[in-house]
Nanobody
């Protein structure tokens, strides 16, 4: 599975951005997809996840501001980020969890989101 993420950039606090991540390859094995982020000096953390059935899970710091969605026909997951804060500044990584002989995680290349205050 290959993941191609896009949509990062520079935005002012209070603004919005939408990230996209398109999967290719053996996409039939994908169970759920997610966005993680890593800020400088911090550990990578879960932002949001969505299963193939549309069940969603969010990190506490983004609940009510971010929305994850998935277009299975396009093998694409989106992250709509509203009311951005400076603390949302990080590299955002797309993740796909696949199941075959066992669970395997795949990662996109990361896209930088910078929120200026």
């Amino acid at each position: 599975v290959q993941l191609q993420a896009s949509g990062g950039g520079l935005v002012q606090a209070g603004g919005s951005l939408r990230l996209s991540c398109t999967a290719s390859g053996n996409v039939d094995t994908i169970n759920h997809m997610a966005w993680y982020r890593q800020a400088p000096g911090k550990q990578r953390e879960l932002v949001a996840a969505i299963t193939s059935d549309g069940l969603r899970n969010y990190g506490d710091s983004v609940k009510g501001r971010f929305t994850i969605s998935r277009d299975n026909a396009k093998n694409t997951v989106y992250l709509q980020m509203n009311s951005l804060k400076s603390e949302d500044t990080a590299v955002y990584y797309c993740n796909a969890a696949t199941i075959g002989a066992g669970w395997v995680d795949y990662w996109g290349q990361g896209t930088l989101v910078t929120v200026s205050s």
